[in-house]
């Protein structure tokens, strides 16, 4: 049941279906519960603990329709039912067991009610063949999808592997043995032996089929996010920044799931002696209201200075949409922009609700002029200097490079000073730092951390970073 529960839980997460630990748990106790005998039961309870919203119910459904299928042979049980009929035989016994009821081997790979190495002898996949015991056969292709690993399946070209593996731990070679015996004194049974062999071949290649758009269900969409998550963000190609959005919302997403948290927590074992007597008062001292010492947790409030100019401005762009998507968890966030003169951007995003539409005014009515730190740290310190305190967190983005002229280290001094932290975050490697007009080797002693900051990932990481240590 462990190895069932697993597979389905790695096919749900191939479709986007988030599954945490805790959840698996949950949903094996659920399974130990209802049992694999009721499919529509034991779908609405796992759909309980593991599917949270309506686009991951959606996804649940559709993977546990395919996940939990055993039909496989039920177009080639019909043709047998009637051959058999023909032949004036009796049915056989498992024809009427062919899965509709119980639940007698899941198809992701694995196989319930069965000891490990239960696969058929090689001498009965000839009887079931024979026979048309398709219930076996379901039971003999789940169990050897078992054991050839078919939920590792990962690409197309694995499907003649598996199906040839899965063939042959079901009997293969000892019904080609069988075939060839029969061909010098029975050709007419050889030749129908042969046929369900074929026939049999081709429904474990459609299994494997089956199985491979399970587990590698939005493989193409995910390998692509990750390949996206981690290119330096100047390279991004403008037909992926769909992708790139949904991505950075996402990430957001995780985010803020990560770091919500409650405005106040209690540390027990620290008594406030003094708030305690004060409550105690009506009680002649007697504590019967203890009152603890608690620490407060802030959020950060974010000061974010961005360079718009050249190729900073696609990281600039990532990042502002990044911290506005984070309102949740992030609801203090001033935001300014500059290339040559610097202005507060904070009240565009707070007006317009689109960010995309907020992001492409921003960069046009502040980019695109000569690149000027000093001027834009004299704008700071007349805009925004006052209001920086010891909770406050700047966020510096930029390459430090401002063509040859003063970037005024003196006023990021006084900006440190006041700020609780300055991060610097620059797009270029750190090899390039300090070369030609770059001022990173002036400004840096001035910042708590400077890093380099080029991709998705690395935005992710400071942002997690800024919000776990808000304290």
Known sequence: MTEVLGDFIRALRAADVRVSTSESIDAGRVVDLVGLGEREILRHALSQV??????????????????????????KSETSTQQQGDAEREPNAGETQNGSGGMPGPGGGGTEGQPSGGAPAPQD??????????????????????????????????????????????????LNDEIERR?????????????????????????????????????????????????????????????????????????????????????????????????????????????????????????????????????????LMFLYSLQEVLPRVRSFAFSGQLGETTELFERERDIEKALARALMEHGGGSTDYGQAFLDFERLALDDVDHRTTVLILGDARSNYGNPRGDILKKIHARARRVIWLNPEPRSLWNSGDSEMKRLAPYCDTAKTCASLKDLERVISELLRHAT
């Open 50 to 75: 593991l599917a949270k919203t309506e686009d991951e119910k959606q996804a649940f459904r559709d993977t546990f329709d395919r996940y939990f299928a055993f039909d496989q042979f039920k177009a």
């Open 183 to 319: 061909e010098s004194g029975d050709p007419k049974g050889a030749e129908r032996l042969s046929d369900a062999r074929d026939a049999l071949r081709e429904q474990v290649r459609d299994y494997v089929e089956k199985q491979l758009e399970i587990f590698t269900a939005n493989a193409g969409r995910q390998l692509r996010e990750e390949v996206l998550s981690q290119v330096r963000l100047s390279n991004v190609d403008r037909s992926d920044m769909k992708i790139m959005r949904a991505l950075v919302a996402k990430m957001a997403k995780r985010l803020v799931a990560l770091h919500s948290r409650r405005k106040k927590v209690e540390k027990r074992g620290q008594l406030d002696m003094r708030r305690t007597i004060r409550a105690n008062v009506e009680f002649d001292g007697l504590f019967f209201h203890t009152i603890w010492k608690q620490q407060k947790i802030d959020r950060p409030k974010v000061m974010a200075i961005c360079d718009v100019s050249g190729s900073v401005a696609q990281v600039a762009r990532f990042l």
């Open 125 to 174: 996949l000839v009887a079931m063949l024979e026979g048309g015991d398709q219930a076996a056969l379901q039971m003999a292709l789940a169990e050897a999808a078992r054991q050839a690993q078919l939920n590792r399946i990962r690409l197309f070209t694995q499907r003649g592997m598996y199906t040839r593996r899965m063939m042959e731990i079901m009997g293969l070679d000892a």
